[in-house]
């Protein structure tokens, strides 16, 4: 009878596998004996990991990782990630918490769907249906870093080892891994960043799914000075393709902005950053006149637009939108200072001239004001004009998902100037809530994929019809060494 019920059961699993994604992932350890997932260092059992070793619990992280995405792929072929903890890149202040990417890219295989196109090589595995590179030690080249919480390298930070995603401070071990193992399955171009040439000379299957707004072409058809050029064009360079399109109303929240309603020669929508705490945006929104708040020159602050000190225009800032200068003091010392003062609102300047939207990490819960960040470009236009006068709303703008186009196109990662490692492999920081592939760690995701598995699935990690969600979604249709993530307090 046991016998029967088990046969029954093996037949109804031997039915539903199609249905269900599945794929092997399997963790070579790379490390010397003593170090990195052999260190012996004793250490208790935290969130769900068992290991009783520092080693032990690094490389049962990385197990636990690697199934939660091996049961969302499907694929007959065993995927070989060769891994190590080992020391990277790193400062007291901000560091490389991991880097990975395929070991090897490959063209015109059996049942390629694209001819000469490179793929990751766990992706054109799959689709080969056999492994391409059997004397590979590992088809995914992953390092991560032994050091942090050392002096020298993110000195205050530490990793989290537990498998339950309760970090609190801590850095989360295997939202680091999902990461990273994204980037080895295939969420890369080859393109070189700097200098806008192809790898070997043929495009790459991510490649041919950039796309460059601002001149309506995907990559794969620019020469290639004008990819050169599409990689620092902030804001116009997209991923399209099918399945992701359809997912962002879905994933992403409406798109925080800076309506700027006057004066008229500045009126129109400034791109923001937002923040980790204070008030919500909204799309009704908080909207009051612009005024620059004013502070002493002194010890916790070195100039007079930081609101590092308490304001000496209290008065004048009351009831309004106070304008400040990041540097220096914490973000939520700045919000604390202009709210103490009776603002309804902060906007913050950044000092340093960077294209993209700046993340505002901090966790304050006494703050109740809404806070967003504009470039330093636009906040020396919206200076230039306060005493002529400058009203704006902080909202939500409902018609555009925050992190995409107009057409429901994910925006990736465009800096300028470039940054190595992180330019156009990642998607744009300005995407809320926070994606896994974006290239800071946020301290709040899930371990969830969120869009970076429709994205593998149109790379070819699916063979189901797409369902066109979108008229737009033109079918089009990936590798190396990838370096990563960078993390920091960013005051
Ligand atoms: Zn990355």
Same mark, same amino acid.
């Given at each position: ?15 539903? *596998? ?10 070579? !350890? ?34 636990? +990782? ?20 080992? *020391? ?23 049942n390629a769907p ?5 793929y990751?090589?766990?992706l054109a595995?799959r689709i080969a249906?056999? &492994? ?22 993110? %000195? ?12 609190? &401070? ?8 999902? /990461?990273?193992? =994204?980037?080895?399955? =295939? ?17 790459? #299957? ?31 360079? #997209? ?24 004066? *008229? ?17 909204? #799309? ?22 930081? +609101? ?5 225009? +209290?008065?004048?800032?009351?009831? /309004? ?23 309804? @609102?902060?906007?913050?300047?950044? !000092?340093?001239?960077?294209?993209? %939207? ?6 304050? %819960? ?5 806070? #967003? ?60 809530? /926070? ?14 994929? &969120? ?9 070819g ?7 066109? @969600? ?5 079918? /089009? ?15």
């Amino acid at each position: 009878m046991p016998f029967r019920n088990a046969r029954a059961a093996l037949l109804l699993l031997a039915i539903a *596998a199609p249905l269900a994604a599945s794929a092997r992932i399997t963790i070579v !350890n790379a490390n010397d004996p003593g170090v990195g997932f052999n260190d012996p260092t004793p250490a208790a059992p935290v969130g769900g990991n068992t290991g009783t070793t520092l080693g032990a619990q690094r490389l049962q992280a990385f197990q636990y +990782a690697a199934d939660l995405w091996g049961a969302l792929l499907d694929s007959d072929v065993e995927i070989r990630i060769q891994a190590t903890f080992e *020391a990277l890149d790193c400062t007291a202040t901000t560091g490389t918490l991991g880097s990975a990417g395929p070991t090897n890219s490959l063209a015109d295989f059996t049942n390629a769907p694209l001819p000469g196109t490179w793929y990751a090589v766990a992706l054109a595995n799959r689709i080969a249906g056999r &492994d391409l590179t059997p004397a590979a030690p590992g088809h995914i080249r992953a390092k991560f870093n032994s050091s942090v919480g050392t002096l020298n390298c993110l %000195a205050t930070s530490q990793w989290y080892y537990g498998l339950d995603n309760a970090h609190g &401070d801590a850095i989360d071990l295997v939202s680091v891994l999902l /990461h990273e193992f =994204g980037h080895g399955l =295939g969420f890369l171009t080859f393109v070189d960043a700097t200098t806008g040439e192809e790898f070997s000379g043929h495009p790459d #299957v991510f490649e041919k799914h950039i796309r460059d707004d601002s001149l309506g072409k995907t990559w794969d058809t620019l020469t290639t000075p004008e990819r050169q050029a599409s990689t620092i064009r902030t804001g116009e360079v #997209v991923f399209d393709s099918p399945r992701v399109v359809a997912a962002v109303p879905g994933t992403l929240s409406a798109t925080p902005t800076l309506s700027v309603t006057a004066p *008229a020669s500045l009126a129109g929508e400034l791109a923001v950053g937002t923040a980790d705490f204070g008030a919500a945006l909204t #799309v009704g929104g908080v909207a009051g006149d612009v005024v620059a708040a004013e502070d002493p020159s002194d010890a916790a602050g070195p100039t007079a637009t930081d +609101a590092c000190s308490p304001l000496t225009n +209290a008065a004048a800032v009351a009831g /309004h939108v106070a304008l400040v200068d990041r540097g220096t003091c914490l973000f939520t010392a700045k919000a604390a200072t202009v709210q103490a003062a009776g603002a309804i @609102a902060l906007i913050v300047v950044n !000092n340093v001239a960077d294209t993209s %939207a700046l993340a505002m990490g901090g966790d304050d %819960a006494s703050i109740s004001i809404p806070l #967003v960040s504009v470039t330093q470009a636009d906040g020396a236009s919206l200076r230039a004009s306060l005493a002529a006068g400058v009203t704006v709303i902080l909202r939500l703008d409902p018609d555009r998902r925050s992190g995409a186009d107009s057409a429901n196109r994910m925006l990736l990662y465009a800096p300028n100037p470039v940054e190595d490692g992180s330019s156009t492999s990642h998607w744009d920081t300005s995407a809320f809530p /926070h994606l896994l592939m974006q290239p800071n760690l946020a301290g709040d995701l899930p371990h969830d994929v &969120d869009l970076t598995l429709p994205l593998l699935q149109d790379l070819g990690w699916s063979s189901e019809p797409v369902v066109p @969600a979108s008229p737009r979604g033109a079918v /089009h249709e990936v590798a190396r060494e990838e370096t990563p993530r960078l993390i920091g307090p960013r005051p």
